[in-house]
């Protein structure tokens, strides 16, 4: 032991009266010191950045809790529940959403029982979805209620329940054309050139609303809510069933019990004049009006292969009338692909005989393989006062209004095009409009948030407490 | 081959000649001049330790302060003032009175804040804008007032900017963020 201390003793004593060895002890202490003080300032970065992670990583939470509520929406939208309540309450979940970005989110949803729960009104369902989204050990918890929209009610479920013009693939709006209520497409709305539209505006599944050259968008009907939420939604057009009524009907009123007033000549029905001579200004079950005169309807179905109307000419519906014109497919009607089947020219028109309400439904049967068209030019109205529920319902037809022209209703087609100055105006009653012999299926309501409200992070005994 | 190489590391550990006061002398300048360097930071460090404290005390409060409008702000029914420096909210607030003392589960408010002077103060009243308040400076030393944008305006915005820019003694530290609108009749929901 003793002798081991004395070895120890010698070696430190040799050590330190020896002067080599002292550059790398010294360079090594530098090197430590270095590091050191890299090391400080690497650690104090590290602080300063790590407030900025923090609120990144907020922010993703937070969008992947989002998206936890969408996923459940999209349950409720397609008419299913996203799991099975299992609390008095109602409340289902959680349910393991979809990841998002690297984090997960966790949602729970129940049907709202009540009106008071629902804070909305009466007339609409509601649902909420508490979701936890988390990323990277930031967690959020958000609160969301949905609402189905208060038009979606039992009594409307007609194609134009929640917009009064309709086409199943683009929508144009072109030279200070008007739309004067909500419209719905398949696919883009195109405003251009002082264009506007005035109501609330639905595009298809990926499309958007375009607006260019001081057209504008307005939320409501008086145009005056600029706006620039659109919805998206797909746009079904059923079509239409005729059923017999291209044997079955009112034709054989025409110039018998319909009457022309003005030149009887300038009448001409099914190849023969109002004057009853045969002429080929007009084909089979083709009805054309020229000159000032004018031609009362008064039955209840008609089926036709063609309207023209020209030079101030009009068609008229007897006070009272509920009017539906089946317009049969051109193959029937032996027609060329591109035909107009209702062509209105140079200030014709079509109304109310005394300026009563009337309905007048004007329903196309048309083609897959054949185009149809529909086109009102040069001042010509759909109208009256605009208390009448004027309908043209062409869901394989392309329609365009033209230079003036007035369509007062609820107007569906293939596409619709609107250039100098045209308009349309809701008429009351239109929303209610069925097609006859099509029964619409059942579509589960669509609902949409109303109510956002964020957490505290975690869930205590019910899914929404501290919210 | 072995055996050379170990004799030379022997004859090493024996040298005591030579270079070891130059090294000594080398090492000690070395030394002096890394030690120099490290005492410069060190006080420089040392002597702006306060004003960089306050900085960072600062930003993180303006952290703070911009996390709770945006959170306002997310969550909120409409924005009945609107301008650069005053901005009300009508959104929902975790509290069982408006202006009252915390809670649990949220009820509807108005919240304005006022930004003039180089702070920003934060007022909670009923929705209609009775009974505020006092009035709570969330967050000071703002080289601007200037700190709401709105898009796409002031009437009727879905989407609210907050820039808040700290004075700092040199050039100014601006901390930005903004949120659209969820709860509004064109903020679309989530």
């Known amino acids: ?467 | 081959m072995v055996a050379g190489v170990g004799r030379r590391a022997s004859a090493l550990r024996r040298e005591e000649g030579g270079l070891t006061l130059i090294e000594l002398l080398i090492a000690a300048a070395l030394g002096l001049v890394v030690v120099g360097a490290a005492m410069t930071v060190f006080v420089g460090v040392i002597r702006s330790e306060p004003r960089t404290t306050s900085k960072v005390t600062a930003i993180q409060e303006a952290r703070v302060t911009v996390d709770r409008i945006t959170r306002e702000l997310r969550q909120g029914l409409d924005t009945p003032t609107t301008s650069p420096s005053q901005l009300a909210i009508i959104t929902y607030v975790k509290a069982a009175t408006c202006g009252g003392a915390a809670a649990s589960s949220s009820i509807v408010c108005r919240v304005t804040y006022n930004c003039a002077g180089g702070a920003c103060t934060r007022v909670v009243s009923q929705p209609n804008g009775s009974a505020p308040g006092p009035a709570t400076q969330v967050v000071g030393g703002l080289a601007s007032s200037s700190v709401f944008s709105y898009l796409p305006d002031a009437a009727e915005p879905t989407y609210v900017g907050v820039s808040l820019a700290l004075e700092t003694g040199g050039e100014p530290v601006t901390l930005g963020d903004g949120v659209a609108l969820r709860n509004t009749a064109d903020g679309g929901g989530v």
């Open chain 1, 1 to 467: 032991m003793t002798a081991s201390v004395g070895r120890l003793l010698m070696g430190a004593r040799a050590r330190l009266s020896s002067e080599a060895g002292f550059a790398v002890p010294t360079v090594m202490l530098m090197t430590v010191a270095a590091l050191g003080m890299a090391g400080v300032m690497v650690t104090t970065s590290i602080q300063g950045q790590s407030g900025t992670v923090r609120d990144q990583g907020g922010k993703s939470a937070l969008a992947v809790a989002e998206s936890g509520v969408s996923q459940a929406l999209l349950y409720y939208n397609r008419g299913t529940a996203p799991c099975t309540p299992s609390t008095a309450e109602g409340w289902c979940g959680p349910v393991t959403g979809m990841s998002v970005n690297g984090g997960s989110v966790n949602y729970w949803a129940r049907i709202l029982s009540s009106a008071e729960q629902c804070g909305v009104g009466n007339e609409v369902e509601c649902v909420e979805i508490v979701s936890v989204g988390a990323v990277n050990g930031v967690t959020r918890r958000i609160d969301v209620m949905a609402s189905t929209l208060p038009t979606e009610d039992s009594s409307s479920k007609g194609p134009f329940a929640t917009a009064g013009v309709l086409s199943y693939e683009d929508m144009s709006l072109d030279s200070n054309a008007v739309i004067h209520t909500g419209t719905a497409t398949n696919g883009y709305l195109r405003l251009k050139s002082n264009a506007k539209q005035c109501g609330q505006a639905s595009v298809g599944i990926g499309k958007k609303l375009e607006t260019s050259a001081n057209a504008q968008y307005h939320s409501n009907s008086s145009c005056t809510s600029p706006s620039s939420t659109v919805l998206q939604q797909e746009l079904t057009l059923p079509r239409v069933e005729q059923s017999d009524a291209a044997t079955n009907n009112d034709n054989s009123r025409l110039f018998a019990l319909d009457q022309v007033s003005g030149t009887k000549s300038d009448a001409c029905w099914n190849g023969k004049t109002a004057a009853g001579k045969s002429t080929s200004a007009c084909g089979a079950r083709e009805l054309r009006v020229d000159n000032n005169s004018a031609v009362t309807l008064g039955g209840k179905i008609y089926s036709f292969c063609k309207l023209t109307l020209r030079s101030n000419s009009a068609l008229y519906v007897e006070s009272g009338a509920n009017t539906t014109i089946y317009f049969d497919s051109p193959e029937a009607c032996f027609q060329s692909s591109g035909v107009y089947q209702l062509d209105l020219q140079s200030n014709s028109r079509i109304t109310s005989a005394s300026g009563d309400p009337v309905t007048i439904a004007m329903l196309f049967v048309g083609s897959e393989t054949k185009q149809t068209r529909i086109l009102l030019n040069s001042n010509t109205e759909v109208d009256g006062p605009c208390e009448q529920n004027f309908v043209i319902y062409a869901p394989l037809s392309d329609i365009t209004l033209n230079s003036n022209s007035k369509f007062c209703g609820a107007i569906a087609g293939k596409s619709i095009h609107m250039d100098s100055n045209a308009h349309i105006w809701s008429a009351k009653g239109t929303e209610s409009f069925n097609l006859p012999g099509v029964e619409l299926p059942e579509t589960p309501a669509h609902y949409t948030p109303y109510r956002f409200v964020e957490c505290s992070p975690a869930p205590a005994t019910t899914p929404n407490d501290g919210c």
